[in-house]
């Protein structure tokens, strides 16, 4: 009995001491128990750069445990007192975003290092600062790379630029245009790469580019080498005469530079003397301004209005008008801000008007207004003419009450599109900036839904048929609807959506209504619209068939020459114009003017050509019309023909032939004939009387 009492003692206490160690393991937690350090090499050991350089170096992390995941990780690399080598930028190696490495993983980024007057190679140490969390514990870690910095021993390229002398211009006349020329060289003893060339100084209203670009790239330059660029320069009519400074700007790396180092800079001043004008230039007018005479108030719409006459004597074309508040944040413009023309004849003139808006957070005083034209003048010349105006507004005084009393209100302050000019079944994109007019009212749950006009299609007689009852405008990967979730007071919101067309919309300016609903801090509703016009063209097309000619071509002699041409497109083509130009030959008709060339018609250019000279001719047929935006198109189609020169004959073969009489062997017979015919008369004669002899008998 004895021995079983032991034995069940020695039991229970063997159970005690088993259960006391598993007890102990499931209560403590074996994941934070893990020591856990990530590992940091350089991938990069050695880097060779220049003085004043960029480069970048790999730098891989590891994560060597093997059931352990790291999360939210950041790397930040740290130069303790640098003197020549120096982290670019805050140091953060993955861009600055938290990152991961699960277990036995690595993640790699870069570090950006620039030196400053280093002169001699270097071993830098970096100091890769971690910061990561291992099951909901913050872990920080601090690790030491080494990385070798070598500097390359090159000597550094330079670039000089001197102006041509055979080129350069003793003095330009206003209104001309002229060119100019340089020669870069490479004075260096290095090569110069990505050498990139800018003309500045340059204005629309003194001197500008004729044609071209501002800037001239030059892939490379060995030592010593040089090369030439040109610039083809026109001045502006109302240039005052005097000497102009413009200047070539120039940047260029050298060929051992790494793509990050920062580029050399310089630049080459040169003057242009400019004569005066001998011709008046063509001359466009602000008249019949109006304005607010009085006093305006906080929101409060106004409208400004004004005639362009063109008082020159010839046309002016592609007007640009725009009137620009100079303080937007007292008075907003609520229309299209840019309003263009084709042209304007002499005397004629255009009427203009633009709406603005007086915000909330307008003072009291005058808000001045900049009414600009820029137009092109006869002789391809862009010009500006400008007139100032202005509105004057009378703020609420403080604590009077008017401020808080007043309704909050959404507009859209402003609106564009891209592309500018909007293409039937082409996508583009309306950029919206929605703006709360209050000072002091907060709008929220705002609702933003568009609406338009419906579609008309290109060509399509509207006479007995019903008309489309489907929106102009599609959206594209998205709706017709924005949520906004606030606006503070007197703050803005930029929207954008990007729609489309179908292709055979007809060529118009359309109507999109923006529809608001909202609410102010008491819930309140509040609803308004604003309308959005939007032009939308048909692209001209303009079909020619095979020119039909009839040879073979002489000199002097006429030969019909014909082509049909066909509108392929869906919009009318305007003022058709048809010529035929060449040497060599004239045409009966040289010109023919077709006018309005409807979708879908077509016609036909005939005339007939006459040589005036021998040889390989060329005769071109020109079109010119305009699309539906007022813009000039032109089209051309050539046709060789060879002329020769027109065949002798000798007067024998043109003679007429002369009057003969009868041959004498004629004669002859036709005697013959009649003696044979006496001789037979009398031999018929004799037998009748012999027989009726005979008779008798």
């Known amino acids: 009995m004895k021995t079983l009492k032991k034995n069940k003692l020695f039991i229970v206490l063997l159970a005690l001491i088993l259960i006391l160690p598993m007890g102990q393991v499931f209560a403590s937690n074996p994941i934070r128990s893990v020591d856990i350090k990530l590992n940091v090499r350089t991938v990069d050991q050695t880097i060779k750069m220049g003085t004043n350089n960029v480069a970048t170096a790999t730098v891989e992390i590891q994560n060597p445990t093997s059931n352990v995941d790291v999360t939210d990780l950041t790397a930040q690399a740290v130069i303790d007192n ?81 102006k041509v002398d055979s080129l350069w211009p003793t003095g330009v006349e206003a209104g001309k245009s002229f060119q100019v020329g340089f020669q870069v ?36 330059l060995e030592p010593k080498q040089s090369t030439y660029i040109t610039y083809n320069l026109k001045t502006n009519k109302t240039i005052k005469p005097g000497s102009f400074m413009l200047s070539l700007k120039y940047s260029f790396v050298g060929e051992l530079s790494p793509s990050s180092t920062p580029p050399t800079t310089g630049d080459y001043e040169f003057t242009i003397d400019v004569l005066k004008s001998s011709e008046e230039p063509s001359n466009l007018e602000f008249q019949d301004v ?59 003139m255009n009427y203009y008007k633009f709406d603005f808006i007086v915000t909330p957070a307008a ?18 010349v862009e010009r500006t003419v400008t007139q100032n105006t202005g509105v004057f507004v009378k703020a609420p005084k403080e604590g009077t009450g008017t401020e808080n009393s007043s309704t909050p209100k959404l507009i859209i302050e402003e609106y564009f599109f891209t592309p500018d000019i909007i293409e039937a079944g082409k996508p ?16 929220k749950n705002i609702k933003l839904f568009l609406t338009s006009d419906a579609q008309e299609k290109a060509g399509e007689q509207q006479g007995g048929q019903a008309p489309s009852s ?49 609410e102010d801090a008491k819930a309140e509703k509040f609803t308004s619209t604003e309308q959005i016009g939007v032009p939308v063209v048909q692209q001209a097309k303009l079909g020619l068939g095979e020119i039909l000619a009839q040879g073979p071509y002489n000199v002097g002699m006429e030969s019909p020459l014909s082509l049909e041409f066909y509108n392929t497109g869906k919009a009318t083509l305007y003022n058709v114009m048809v010529k035929i130009t060449g040497d060599g030959f004239t045409a009966d008709t040289p010109t023919y003017y077709k006018g309005n060339f409807t979708p879908g018609s077509s016609d036909q250019f005939s005339c007939n050509i006459t040589p005036t000279e021998a040889g390989q001719k060329k005769a071109t047929i020109t079109f010119t019309y305009e699309d539906s935006t007022g813009n000039t198109q032109e089209k051309k189609e050539e046709f060789d023909f060879t002329v020769e020169e027109m065949p002798e004959m000798n007067e024998e073969e ?15 017979g036709i005697i013959g004939a009649v003696a044979a015919a006496v001789v037979a008369a009398v031999v018929i004669i004799k037998k009748r009387k012999n027989k009726n002899k005979d008779l008798d008998i």
């Open 82 to 162: 640098p003197t020549t080598v120096f982290v670019n930028g805050d140091g953060y190696l993955f861009n600055g975003v938290k990152d991961s490495i699960d277990a036995k993983k690595s993640k790699t980024g870069t570090i950006s290092l620039r030196t400053e007057n280093i002169k001699e190679s270097t071993t830098v140490p970096v100091k890769i600062i971690l910061r990561y969390y291992v099951n909901g514990d913050f872990r920080e870690q601090q690790e030491t790379v080494y990385v070798r910095v070598e500097v390359a021993n090159a000597k550094d390229p330079a670039i000089e630029i001197r």
């Open 185 to 220: 060289i490479n004075t260096g003893d290095a090569v110069a790469k990505n050498i990139k060339i800018k003309m500045d100084g340059l204005k629309d209203d003194g001197i500008t580019l004729a044609s071209g670009l501002t800037t001239s790239d030059i892939t490379r």
């Open 290 to 348: 109006t304005f607010p005479t009085g006093t305006c108030v906080r929101n409060q719409s106004v409208s400004i209005g004004f005639n362009l006459v063109n008082t020159g004597k010839t046309p002016i074309k592609d007007i640009k008008v725009t009137a620009t508040s100079t303080s937007p944040d007292g008075l907003a413009s609520k229309s299209i801000s840019t309003v263009t023309t084709k042209v304007i004849n002499p005397t004629a």
């Open 363 to 380: 003072q009291t005083m005058n808000y001045p207004v900049e009414l600009k034209a820029v137009y092109t003048d006869d002789d391809g």
């Open 428 to 443: 583009f994109t309306m950029h919206l900036t929605i703006f709360n007019t209050n000072a002091n009212k907060t709008v």
């Open 470 to 518: 489907a929106s102009v405008f599609t959206p594209i990967d998205s709706s017709n609807t924005f949520y906004i979730d606030s606006i503070a007071p007197g703050k803005r919101v930029d929207k954008e959506i990007t729609l489309t067309t179908v292709p055979d919309t007809a060529a118009k300016t359309y109507t999109i209504v923006a529809n608001f609903e909202y």
């Open 654 to 668: 043109m003679a007429p032939p002369k009057a003969q009489g009868p041959s004498k062997g004629l004669i002859l």
